[in-house]
């Protein structure tokens, strides 16, 4: 896109000269915004103010009957007031030229702009589907991954129960064998010694039930939460 450079604010104005006293206030900030080289819109409403002001004041003094009679210094400041005048309109031209190039490449660049803005808008549209398409991808697999931990996990929990399940039955039968073998070997002891070895069987029994219980339990949780 093209567009006109816009012209330099800066004024070329000779230094301004100097006057024995000033005591209208508004030529003073004029004199102020021009020496500052201040913003060129109060360059601009000062001078326009300032010239009007000037016009007055020279109208009512009779400027051309009288001229002999005005300070050298106030002619010279006219003269360079003159100047000034005609340095700002030849910089407000440059900005008419400018703002009228302006809006001329507005118009032909419309088309451009439209353009690029919907070109702009399709291309985040494109990139919001393929980040919607990834979030969906993403999430699939951590749910997939989820289910089959979940499903390993149940099926470690189930063989550890079942191999724990008949390890108790052994231990359980093969503590009924020993004790039995026991009592049969040990019939002539006294009845004290088969009472208290029939109480450690069963606390070992009882133990043993224990521990089917609480890994049968462990087991229904745990199919429970799955």
């Not at 896109?1 to 209208?24: F, G």
């Amino acid at each position: 896109m093209n567009y006109p450079n816009l012209p330099n604010s800066h004024l070329e104005i000779t230094e301004q000269p100097q006057v024995k006293e000033i005591t209208n206030e508004l030529l003073k900030q004029l004199q102020s915004a021009l020496k500052g080289n201040h913003l060129f819109t109060e360059q601009v409403e000062l001078s326009l103010k300032g010239i009007v002001r000037i016009l007055e004041v020279l109208l009512s003094l009779d400027f051309f009957r009288n001229a002999n009679e005005i300070d050298s210094s106030l002619r010279n400041s006219i003269e360079w007031l003159t100047n000034a005048g005609e340095s700002l309109k030849a910089k407000m031209k440059e900005y008419e030229i400018f703002f009228s190039e302006f809006n001329k490449s507005m118009h032909s660049n419309e088309q451009e702009v439209t353009s690029t803005l919907n070109a702009n808008t399709e291309n985040i549209r494109s990139e919001i589907k393929k980040l919607e398409n990834q979030l969906i991808e993403t999430a699939t697999r951590l749910l997939t991954s989820y289910q089959i931990f979940l499903n390993q996990a149940k099926e470690n929990a189930t063989t550890q129960i079942n191999a724990n399940k008949t390890e108790s039955l052994e231990a359980i039968t093969q503590a009924k064998e020993n004790a039995n073998n026991e009592i049969s070997n040990n019939k002539q002891e006294s009845l004290e010694a088969l009472t208290q070895e029939k109480q450690q069987v069963t606390s070992e029994i009882n133990e043993a039930k224990k521990t089917i219980i609480i890994k049968t339990l462990i087991f229904l949780s745990l199919n429970k939460a799955c």
